[in-house]
């Protein structure tokens, strides 16, 4: 199968920053927009909301993401911490030397493809708040 090599090269190439391709992803999603209540993050990371908690515990004692209290009582709001910031921000070096990898493994061509077929994938899952648009693709990629 080719998601485990692919998740494994980009887990090579993340080595340095002591990040796995998963925790990029999640750092990126609490990143994106705003701090967000930990059972908005689990759907927008297709889990539950226990799942996702457990999956944050080695981002919460690396001091990258924390926690604050929420509106509800069982209400937590999960934020990125200043070295979460920045160690997202350094990722983004390995992340791309790990693209460039695969470009030239696969051509842009086919690289292409691979990224319309996950977008594609995506678009279908039932977690519509964690699709992402395949109008923003390239024309030859579609």
Known sequence: MASPKVA???NQALQGTGLTIWQVDVLTEIGIARPRPLKELATRLAMDRSAAAKSLLPL???G???YQSGAGQRSQIVYLTPAGKC???ASARYMAGASRKMESALGIR???RLDYFLLHVLDQTPHAQCAVRTAALPQDAR
Do not use: F, S
Request: charged residues 25%; positive net charge.
């Open 8 to 10: 494994r090269l980009y």
């Open 60 to 62: 919460v004692r690396a």
């Open 64 to 66: 990258l993401v924390n």
């Open 87 to 89: 160690r997202l921000v």
């Open 110 to 112: 086919q690289l292409r």
